[in-house]
């Protein structure tokens, strides 16, 4: 939707438009997909620092704790590192869990590249 987002540990990641246009333009994609004959969509990231925003989607929808689910990455990053990016999945999972809720609130704060219809 943009160049970059916020940092999710202290700020929303995307703008409640910005998360709207995204939701709406996986879902498009995901459309042209099941019409086309597609049996599963499998959803990743490709991009830096998409991996700290995943992990944050998946430790609250599996409501399990940021350091099962956070990774070194593409390429390997040392103890110090690992535990500073468990932390801001931490952060961002204290910040956003009062408005948690629902997938919108979660896609505002985390960009999460999914959304109920």
């Known amino acids: 939707m943009r160049r970059g987002s916020g ?7 995307l703008s409640a438009e910005e998360a ?8 498009a994609v995901a459309d042209e997909e099941a019409d086309s004959g597609t049996d599963v969509v499998v959803l990743g990231d490709v991009s ?13 929808l599996c409501g399990t704790d940021a350091s099962v689910v956070t990774g070194r990455g593409g390429e390997a990053i ?3 590192a ?6 801001a999945v931490r952060d ?3 910040r ?15 960009a ?3 959304w109920p219809r």
């Open 48 to 60: 830096v620092g998409g991996t700290t925003p995943a992990a944050t989607l998946i430790a609250a």
């Open 20 to 27: 709207e246009r995204a939701m709406r333009a996986g879902m």
């Open 78 to 80: 040392d103890d110090l």
């Open 82 to 87: 690992w535990m500073r990016k468990c932390a």
């Open 92 to 94: 961002a999972l204290r």
């Open 7 to 13: 940092r999710i540990d202290i700020e929303d990641a």
């Open 96 to 110: 956003a869990r009062p408005s948690s809720a629902t997938c919108w609130n979660c896609s505002r704060r985390w």
């Open 112 to 114: 999460a590249p999914t």
